[in-house]
């Protein structure tokens, strides 16, 4: 069973740095066609992707966001971690990340959802 | 990046059919057959019910088929249920290996 969850803090500073972890289990990042991706979704507004990281560690970034995001591998084999720089209350947002099964040259589906954590941004 | 295009709502009676689209350009949907849709409901996230254009997953129901054609793709749903009134969003695969979702389309069930 996969299952993903989204932590980090519900409140930052405009101008801070926002790192989140997802933390998984039911799959290994080290498997071939296997990624993790962050989607975020300001309220009542649409979904947002901001980046991909595979098993083989190629990253993807949204190009309207990519001069402020950083997305690794964590420390534990379990997590992904999202960094984005310069926050201003216009991040303020649900993000999500999710599992995503790749194929083909360019392809895949974000199959199974974390929850979500809600970011607010504001002094 | 512009977010593909979709209808803001979409209404129908129980039992009726309904079609959301979702249209994007050369460089995503007309590019591939990568095409995905989202149902996601208040306060919860995002479920996947379609990928690469009209594959259903495992256990999802088969009152949901999609379609594409040249930028358009569409989402049908067929014996509309009170169940479904929801958001839906379509998503693609870009030139440059990035992905972009839809603008989102509300559901009411009538």
């Known amino acids: 069973q996969i299952t993903l969850k989204e932590s980090g803090p519900t409140l930052v500073k405009p101008t801070q740095t926002l790192t989140l972890t997802c933390t998984f289990s039911?799959?290994?990042?080290?498997?071939?066609?296997?990624?993790v991706g962050w989607i975020r979704q300001p309220p009542g507004k649409t979904l947002e992707w901001l980046a991909l990281?595979?098993?083989?560690?190629?990253?993807r970034y949204s190009p309207s966001l990519e001069s402020r995001l950083t997305i690794t591998k964590g420390t534990s084999k379990n997590q992904v971690v999202l960094t984005m720089t310069n926050m201003d209350p216009v991040d303020t947002a649900t993000y999500y990340c999710?599992?995503?099964?790749?194929?083909?040259?360019?392809?895949?589906?974000?199959?199974?959802w974390g929850q979500g954590t809600l970011v607010t941004v504001s002094s | 990046q512009s977010a593909l295009t979709q209808p803001a709502s979409v209404s129908g009676s129980p039992g009726q059919s309904i079609t959301i689209s979702c249209t994007g350009t050369?460089?995503?949907?007309?590019?591939?057959?990568?095409v995905c849709w989202y149902q996601q409901y208040p306060g919860k996230a995002p479920k996947l019910i379609l990928y690469?254009?009209?594959n259903r997953p495992s256990g999802l129901s088969n009152r949901f088929s999609g379609s594409k054609s040249g930028n358009t793709a569409s989402l049908t749903i067929s014996g509309l249920q009170a169940e479904d009134e929801a958001d839906y969003y379509c998503?693609?695969?870009?030139?440059?290996?990035?992905?972009?979702f839809g603008t989102g389309t509300k559901v009411t069930v009538l």
């Open positions: 998503s693609s695969f870009r030139r440059g290996d990035t992905l972009v």
């Open positions: 990281i595979y098993w083989d560690d190629d990253k």
């Open positions: 039911g799959f290994s990042l080290s498997t071939s066609a296997v990624g």
């Open positions: 690469d254009v009209n």
């Open positions: 050369s460089s995503d949907i007309g590019a591939y057959n990568y």
């Open positions: 999710a599992h995503l099964t790749h194929y083909g040259n360019t392809g895949g589906n974000l199959d199974y």
